[in-house]
């Protein structure tokens, strides 16, 4: 079987990232502030992001004038990000998590349509979500950096498993679990990096432009776009 100079470059772009967020995480006393990439690791950080909710701005007190566009306010970014990761934001609910999805999706929702007190209670919903599953983490980095973070390293995963994109680029509601994940991770890392609502991470506009340009080959489930945009999300990556 012949290997494609694709299939090479995927691979060893993710390995170099991987190589990168050992080191990054090596840099510090612990790792715990980057959880696993797996189904719990992903609603940890949705949940950790749910948690920035109850520390920030009031809803009512956010820059809704800054949405869409690359200065979006914080509090639309962690929405948008929280949408992404627990599957609402691709109609594949994460498998034991339906009720955050559920719950993301009324929060988009309300901030899509500019309406404050439906993302008050969407947030009300997710907090008391993220409690019973005990999933919430206040060692977790949820800053623009360990967002950023966290997104590199849901695309290594994603590289790294070499599923061709067009196995996983459908998957939704009836898909097995693994699809969902590795559908999650790439719909996950396009909202960490706030892709949905064109937001420009400070003094990291390429890695933000290249977050929208996957975010529109998946909304247009076109193939050969995400695949090209999650190789060059991961070589982005290896110079963060």
């Known amino acids: 079987m012949t290997t494609s100079l694709t299939t090479y470059r995927r691979r060893a772009l993710a390995g170099a990232t991987a190589v990168v967020l050992v080191a990054l995480a090596g840099c510090g006393e612990s790792d715990d502030s980057i959880p696993a990439t797996d189904t719990d690791g992903i609603v940890t950080y949705a949940c950790s992001l ?3 909710f109850e520390h920030g701005e009031p809803v009512d007190a956010w820059d809704w004038d800054s949405i869409p566009g690359p200065d979006s306010g914080e509090g639309f970014v962690n929405g948008t990000a929280i949408h992404a990761l627990v599957g609402a934001g691709s109609t594949a609910p ?3 998590h339906e009720n955050l999805s559920e719950a993301a999706d009324a929060l988009f929702r309300g901030i899509s349509e500019g309406e404050a007190d439906d993302v008050e209670n969407a947030i009300g ?3 008391s979500a993220c409690e019973e599953g005990g999933f919430a983490d206040d060692e977790v980095d949820v800053t623009a950096n360990g967002r950023i973070a966290y997104a590199c390293a849901l695309v290594d995963d994603n590289l790294a498993t070499d599923q ?5 680029i459908g998957s939704a509601a009836h898909a097995d679990v693994e699809d969902r994940l590795v559908l999650t991770q790439a719909v996950g890392a396009a909202g960490l990096l706030g892709a949905p609502i064109a937001y420009e991470a400070p003094d990291h506009s390429e890695i933000s432009a290249e977050a929208q340009r996957l975010y529109a080959g998946i909304t247009r489930a076109d ?7 999650l190789d060059e999300l991961s070589g982005l990556c ?3």
């Open 50 to 52: 749910v948690g920035e």
């Open 125 to 127: 919903d997710l907090v």
């Open 164 to 168: 061709p994109v067009d196995e996983w």
């Open 238 to 240: 290896s110079d963060v």
């Open 223 to 229: 193939t050969e776009m995400i695949g090209e945009s």
């Open 94 to 96: 994460l498998v034991g």
